[in-house]
Nanobody
Framework: QVQLVESGGGLVQPGGSLRLSCAASRISWGISTMGWYRQALGKQRELVARITTGGSTSYADSVKGRFTISRDNAKNTVYLQMNSLKPEDTAVYHC?????????WGQGTQVTVSS
């Protein structure tokens, strides 16, 4: 059974930092793009950042310059370094893995930015 294990969420003050991790295992298909989406309460899920196998990245305008996505292909793991966090970054963050077969989603990790 495919597993996407997310970690790193939590409560942080405005201006603080968090690092999210998502480790994918038991995936039989070839993995291409990995990414992070978020869903705030009462809002639609939105793309935060994604990274291709070759390392090309894209970001939502709202996080450019503050968030950095990276991946370790050998470990099938994607990271999201989040700096200068704002209250509006509060959401459940979901890992997303696109393969040559199915698309997989993590269960989500809560990020709360509050003083």
């Amino acid at each position: 059974q495919v597993q996407l294990v997310e970690s790193g969420g939590g409560l942080v003050q405005p201006g603080g930092s968090l690092r999210l991790s998502c480790a994918a295992s038991r995936i039989s298909w070839g993995i291409s793009t990995m990414g992070w989406y978020r869903q705030a309460l009462g809002k639609q899920r939105e793309l935060v950042a994604r990274i291709t196998t070759g390392g090309s990245t894209s970001y939502a305008d709202s996080v450019k310059g503050r968030f950095t996505i990276s991946r370790d292909n050998a470990k099938n793991t994607v990271y999201l370094q989040m700096n200068s966090l704002k209250p509006e970054d509060t959401a459940v963050y979901h890992c997303n893995v696109i393969t040559s077969g199915p698309v997989y989603w993590g269960q989500g990790t809560q990020v709360t930015v509050s003083s």
